[in-house]
């Protein structure tokens, strides 16, 4: 079984400053990958990044970066500079590689609230 | 990547009745996936669409109640049957694209389903 913890309900962050949304994971498979997705009030999911297991370096998009240590099972998100259109929850996903863990396993999200 | 399209957006429905979600890939993928999204929840993954097969249903999701089509590799449908208030929800289609590094998973912009 898979399991994604996200133990920050919700974040307020002042406006340019950097932020950090933490996510830790729990899986069998010795390959999975993770996600993560921004989802604003208009309730649309936009993937923000993925990181594979196997992967040797940290994943970046633009202001996104995954903070990956896979001995401690952690995925951070770490989102640079930020702007008030960051204002949304944040669900970190994984989705493994053997039978049966081919789906994605969603985390109960983190609002973030960006103050200007 | 890939743009993935829903009809309808929203809609407003009778408790016992039916609706049908569709779902567009605008590119051939091997899996789509249906979630559902209650207010203030994470995502929960309803079913994997088999293309030429019978759907995968998720635990505490059923056929009778969630059916679902996959004719080809670019669409997919949902039903919600014999609805009731506690179906009132968002549910999301979402596909699998790339592999490795370039793995993605894209979602429509959902579906929001109110039941009366």
């Known amino acids: 079984a898979q399991k994604i913890t996200q133990t920050q309900p919700g974040m307020f962050v002042q406006e340019k400053e950097a932020v950090t949304l933490d996510c830790t994971y729990d899986t069998s498979d010795p390959s999975y990958g993770l996600f993560w997705y921004k989802q604003p009030s208009s309730g649309e999911m936009i993937f923000l990044i993925y990181?594979?297991?196997?992967?040797?370096q940290n994943a970046t998009e633009g202001r996104y970066s995954l903070n990956f240590q896979k001995a401690r099972k952690s995925a951070n998100l770490v989102i640079s500079a930020s702007q008030l259109g960051d204002s949304a929850m944040y669900f970190c996903a994984m989705r493994g590689r053997n039978f049966g863990n081919e789906k994605l396993t969603f985390g109960t999200g983190t609002r973030l609230t960006i103050i200007p | 990547s890939a743009v993935i399209s829903q009809k309808p957006s929203r809609d407003i429905c009778q408790r016992g009745t039916s609706l049908t979600i569709q779902c567009q890939v605008d590119?051939?993928?091997?899996?789509m996936f249906w979630y559902r999204q209650q207010p203030g929840q994470s995502l929960t993954l309803i079913a994997t669409a088999n293309q030429g097969s019978e759907a995968t249903y998720e635990s505490g999701f059923v056929i009778d109640k969630f059916p679902i089509s996959r004719p080809n590799l670019t669409f997919s449908t949902l039903t919600v049957s014999n609805m009731s208030p506690e179906d009132s929800s968002i549910y999301l289609c979402?596909?699998?694209?790339?592999?490795?590094?370039?793995?993605?998973?894209?979602f429509g912009p959902g579906t929001r389903l109110l039941v009366l």
């Open positions: 979402s596909a699998c694209t790339g592999t490795g590094v370039t793995e993605t998973q894209y």
């Open positions: 990181q594979g297991s196997y992967d040797q």
């Open positions: 590119s051939q993928v091997t899996m």
